[in-house]
């Protein structure tokens, strides 16, 4: 089946940058939206942005909209988030995800059928 695998995450300071990527094998997802989540220790998975390839839409956690930017490369099957301005509350495990469903928001993980392993993000103050 559908395999995703993050990549990109490390250990940076506070105004710094980042930019993960997810890559998805196994079936072209083209036609379907792929999205990214964090979970930091000790809290729930949230939601962070989603990238819709129907029509390209963005979508974008009013934590981070502004500093954040989803992305797709389409030959190579890929998702990208170009994190800037990082914040130490920016820290956790960063995950991607697809092939949502329809019976939950798009910003609920139970929405989302497959999933990474994650990416380590932790940003220094």
């Known amino acids: 089946q559908v395999q995703l695998v993050e990549s990109g995450g490390g250990l940076v300071q506070a105004g710094d940058s980042l930019r993960l990527s997810c890559a998805a094998s196994g079936r072209d997802l083209s036609s379907y939206s792929m999205a990214w989540f964090r979970q930091a220790p000790g809290k729930e998975r949230e939601f962070v942005a989603l990238?819709?390839?129907?029509?390209?839409?963005?979508y974008y956690a009013d934590s981070v909209k502004g500093r954040f930017t989803i992305s797709r490369d389409n030959a190579k099957n890929t998702v990208y988030l170009q994190m800037n301005s990082l914040k130490p509350e920016d820290t956790a495990v960063y995950y991607c995800?697809?092939?949502?469903?329809?019976?939950?928001?798009?910003?609920?993980?139970?929405?989302?059928?497959?999933w990474g392993q994650g990416t380590q993000v932790t940003v220094s103050s």
């Open positions: 995800a697809t092939d949502a469903s329809g019976s939950y928001v798009y910003t609920d993980p139970r929405a989302y059928n497959y």
């Open positions: 990238i819709s390839w129907r029509i390209g839409k963005l």
